[in-house]
Structure formats: C-alpha cells, structure tokens
C-alpha cells in the first residue's frame, strides 16, 4: 500500500517540480524512478529497490505478467491521446519544411539509428530498426517545456511545434509496425508466414481502429451515451478496442488505438475538446505512475550494458550527425536561414512516447528471448535522458550562440476577434507585425483566418496559451473585448509573459467619462470606449494615415479626433514605418520626423 501511493505522490510531486523548473516531466519522473528502483538496491538498501515493480517472490507490486498487461493499457491510453492530436488538414497546412521532417527527416532518423546501433553496438538489424523506430519520435510534452521561454520567430518555433505534435503518433506508428514485424516470427527470418502474419496484424489494427472510431463517433453525435458518462465510455471503447484487436491478431491493439485516435481526432466532433481534455489528465497520472514504474524496473545490470563509449558514440551520432543530416534535408530550399537551420537540429529531445513505448517492447522481447533485446530499454532511457537534459540546459545559449535569439518581442496579441480587432489586426500584419488574435467565439476566429490572419479559438482563462512556443515573439498586449472584466483580466494574467514592450486594453465606460482617472493600460484614446469604437467600424470600416507636420500638429490631430466621434486615434508611425501603439495615459511623443503619420479609425479628414 504504501508503495502504491508513494508512486502516485512522487508522480504528482515529479509534475509539480518540472512545471515549477519549465523542464519536461520526463526528466525528474525517469530520475525518481531510478532512485528508488537500481540505485536504492545497488548502494543504499543492501540490494533491494525501495520500489520493487515486479513480483519477486518476497516482495513486488505486480505478479507474473501483470505489469506488462498494465504497460500495455496505460501506452494504448496515451498513443490514443497523440492520435487524437494529429489533424490532418494541419498537416497539409503546416507546409512543406514540417511536411518533409515528418517523413524524409523521420526517414532518415530510421535508417541513420539502425546503422549506427548495428555497426556500434552490433545489434541484429531488427533491434536496430526497432531503437531507431523508437527515436524518431520527439512530442510537444517535451518541447513545449525547453522552448517556452526563448523568444523565437514564429517560423522556426512553428516548426519545432508542429514537428513534435505530428511525428509522435507517426513515430509511435512506426515503432509499432517494427516491433509487430519482429514478434511474429519470434525476431527470427522473416519467413512467407511472418509476413502474413504481420499482415494479419497491420489489417486488423488498421480496421478495428478506423470501425470502432467510425462507431463511437455515431453513438455520441446520436447521444446515446449522456454527457457525464462521456469520458469514462470513451475510455472504456480504447480498451476494449485494444484488447479486442489484439485477441484478433495479436500485438495489433497499439495500431488500432492509434488509428483509432486519428480518426477521431478528424472527425471536428463537437465532444473532441471535452474529450482531449480529461484524456489530458489521465496521460499526466499514467505517466506519472508508468515511468517511475519502468524506470525502478531497470537493473544495474540493464544500466552497466551501455556503461560503454559506445553509447556515448551513439549519442553522439543520432544527436550530432543524423539529425541534422535530417533537418538540412528536410529544409532544403526553404526560407529558413542556415543559423535557423541548425538551431532546429540542436533541439531534438525524445520523449515519453518513446520511453514508454521502448520499456514494454524491451520487456515482450526480451521474455520472448529475442538476441538484443535487452539493450532496448537502457538506449532509448539514455537518448531520452540525454537529450532532455542537453536541450533544457543549452538550447537558449544555443539559440544566442546562432543567433536565432530575438532581442526584441514585436509581436501583437490581441484579446478578442471582434471586426474592430480584426480591422486593426489586419492593418498591423500589413505593416510587417506578426498578429494573434484569440476569441472563444468560434465564428469571429474563422472570420479572421478568411481575412489571413493567424487566430486561435481560446480565451483567456485557457492554459493552452502559456504553452504556445509560437507566441514567443509577442511582446504587446491588446485587449479588446467587449467585457472590461475579461480586458482587466487578460493584463493581469498575461502582461508579464505577452506584454514585455506593453500591455494594453480599452477603456471602461467609467473611465470614459472619468478621463483624469485613465489607467496607465488604456488602448487609443481617451474617449472611446468598446461601444464607440465599434459604432466608428460599423459606419467607417477602415483605418487611414495622415502626414503630421511636427508635434504641434499633432497634438491638433489628437485634438480633433478626440472631439469627433467618427474619427480614433491608434498609432503613430515614425519615419522609419514603426507603428506606436497610442496610449490615452500618455498621448506625447518625443520625437517626429518630416514623414512621420497618424494612423486613425473613422472617417478622412
């Protein structure tokens, strides 16, 4: 008892930590596991584990075969949730350089870590293809943490993003094709019966997944199961889709899970979100449980195996040489400037797909006798430890080193899809700015996409948006809903990360009428609020420059539009194109050049 819920406290505790350190969960859990697992029994408890997983005849938490059968449903639970994650109109939308690292940088990765595992470590082919089908896979779970605070351009964090979200389920795919490959013939030849067998396998994988998708899909658009029962149905039908699949051809049930989320996650289900969301939670508690769980099962003698220069030889090689091989590829003839380029190729840490997916085949084959196996486990751990810990502790010194670091947050988010936001939002992307805006008004944000405008459909109470390494060049905040609260709220929680150049939002109704009492964040001028604003972009919908002489005269231009309801003032632009966002707190500038501009809403003068 007590071991069971000291996994579950150190779990939650090893979450807690990597969220307080921004480091990827995976690290402190895989750590944690191995304090209480080899190192307790090899220098601190006389030789055995403070956490033992197995059964060993004295003492264990899990007899015979019933820590894999748990492995197996908590990896069918969280390839399900990557599946759901890939969209594949994202896909053909994310562009060609994602397009290409998802398959030919992937491809490369497979090749490339199967060569250097069987000629260093002499491993049979089919391990070598099985460790490098499991290294393919990077995920946004470790990702996300390390770039979180590097203000990149949006095209090269794009990029990181992206590739981490659409290569999990796909490198899971892949692992699991290998591995399905090897264990049906036992890792021997591959003989006209293994290759039906694995035909077997892909087959019904493949149909289970996409039926039962199709299926569940119906039975929860036609409400037959109510809304509270929702989550729990769905993840009753994985595991019953996973264990029927596999009772079918066995090994199947990982590939009709990850079809099955695919197809799902295609479907623009109105439930998805919902469902995403309590899938959410339950990976964080499975991943909590499963990689203290794995990692307390290594062995010292699993860890002594790669206690060689071989391993540091292939570290070296899958990290120093076959990534960016890879990414060089893979961004060939794109935009991306060659300092961007090897950027991308330094950050590349595995993650939990991985490392979980690696433990429970490393333990099928290895109880199945395959010759190797038993490296399986121990490599993908050290290539999964190694490069978390080499990108969380260099990647921002790296991105200085390269210069890919920007000095200077220029992008806009504003708060709010409005036709006044996305008035301004489109004037701003026009002038060289990069603009996001958000809503939880499904309609405002496919009317700002239709415009060209980059928008995401949350709000400001979401989390979603402190994990978006694509935000991490906006420096200004706008906020510009129609509910004060929701403005006041948005630069309160969001103005130190979004806001480093300004944090800004309309004006209430009270202060309108109040002007001495403006806050020092009021957005244009002084007068207007949401109402009056939105009254000038109904009547005049466009926004106009205008020459300003010098600063006598345009403080008569504030003047004016002050006065006339039909005009706003919003930016300056400086003689360089620079856009000053004006604020009614402080409406002085300093310095104005001859081809310095008004930038105003409303009516021509």
């Given amino acids: 008892m007590v071991e069971l819920a000291g996994i579950i406290i150190l779990g939650i505790l090893a979450q807690w930590v ?39 005849g004295e003492e264990g938490l899990f007899p015979g075969q019933s820590l894999f059968y748990f492995v197996s449903l908590a990896i069918s639970i969280i390839l399900f949730e990557g599946g759901l994650t890939l969209k594949m109109n994202e896909v053909k939308h994310v562009g060609p350089v994602i397009t290409k690292l998802i398959s030919l940088g992937a491809a490369v990765t497979f090749f490339g870590g199967a060569i250097a595992a069987h000629f260093i470590f002499d491993l049979s ?29 949006k095209d090269v964090s794009a990029v990181l993003k992206w590739e981490g979200i659409l290569i999990d389920p796909i490198g899971a795919l892949v692992a699991v094709l290998v591995f399905e490959f090897i264990s049906v013939d036992g890792g021997g030849e591959f003989t006209k019966t293994a290759l039906i067998e694995f035909g077997k396998i892909v087959l019904f994988g493949a149909t289970f997944g996409f039926t039962f998708a199709h299926a569940m899909n119906f039975i929860i658009n036609k409400k037959y199961v109510p809304h509270y029962l929702l989550n729990v149905f769905a993840l009753a039908a994985v595991l019953g889709v996973f264990v029927l699949s596999d009772t079918f051809a066995h090994e ?10 695919m197809v799902l996650g295609n479907a623009n289900a109105p439930y998805l979100k919902e469902l995403l969301y309590f899938k959410e939670s339950l990976s964080v508690l499975l991943i909590s449980i499963l990689f203290i769980l794995l990692s307390a099962n290594i062995n010292m003698s699993d860890l002594y195996l790669i206690y060689t220069w071989k391993t540091a030889v292939v570290f070296a090689a899958v990290v120093f040489i076959i990534r960016p091989i890879g990414v060089f590829l893979s ?37 199945a006798g395959v010759p190797g196996a038993e490296y399986i486990t ?35 988010l504003i708060v709010g899809a409005s036709k006044l936001s996305r008035l301004i939002g489109d004037y701003l992307e026009s002038n060289g700015r990069h603009v996001v805006l958000i809503d939880s008004n499904q309609s405002n944000i496919e009317k700002a996409k239709e415009l060209g405008l980059e928008a995401l459909n949350t709000n400001v109470y979401s989390e979603t948006l402190s994990d978006n390494i694509e ?25 130190k990360q979004f806001g480093e150049n300004g944090s800004f939002r309309l ?43 010098d600063k006598a005269h345009y403080e008569s231009l504030i003047e004016i539009t002050n006065k006339e309801k039909d005009m706003i003032p919003l930016f300056l632009k400086d003689d360089e194109g620079e856009l000053h966002i004006i604020s009614s707190y402080n409406k002085e500038i300093d310095t104005l050049g001859e081809e310095s501009k008004l930038v105003y809403l409303g009516k021509s003068f």
């Fill in 125 to 153: 082919w089919e391990i070598s293809f099985l460790f490098s089908g499991l290294i393919i896979v990077t995920g946004p779970t470790v990702i996300t943490p390390i770039l979180r605070n590097i203000p990149l351009k």
């Fill in 507 to 549: 004006v209430t109704t009270h202060e309108m009428n109040s002007p001495e009492n403006n806050p020092k964040e009021g957005l244009f001028s002084h007068t207007d609020d949401y109402i009056t604003l939105t009254e000038v972009t109904r009547k005049y919908p466009s926004i106009l420059e205008i020459d300003i002489e």
């Fill in 252 to 261: 199947s049930g990982l590939l009709a899970v990850v079809v099955m989320g």
């Fill in 331 to 367: 961004t060939q003839g794109s935009t991306l400037k060659r300092n961007e380029k090897l950027f991308i190729s330094w950050v590349g840490p595995r993650g939990i797909v991985a490392a979980g997916i690696a433990s429970l085949f490393g333990l099928k084959l290895a109880k």
């Fill in 378 to 412: 121990p490599l993908v751990f050290m290539i999964v430890l190694g490069t978390v810990l080499l990108n969380a502790t260099t990647a921002r010194y790296f991105a200085k080193l390269v210069g890919v670091f920007l000095t200077k947050s220029d992008g806009i």
């Fill in 18 to 56: 990597a969220w307080k350190l921004k480091i990827p969960a995976i690290l402190p859990l895989i750590l944690i596991g191995l304090l209480v697992g080899p190192i307790a029994a090899e220098f601190l408890n006389d030789g055995v584990k403070w956490i033992e997983p197995i059964w060993n």
């Fill in 471 to 495: 935000l991490n060049d906006v420096g200004y905040l706008m906020a510009m809903t129609a509910n004060s609260e929701i403005n006041k709220y948005a630069i309160k929680k969001f103005g």
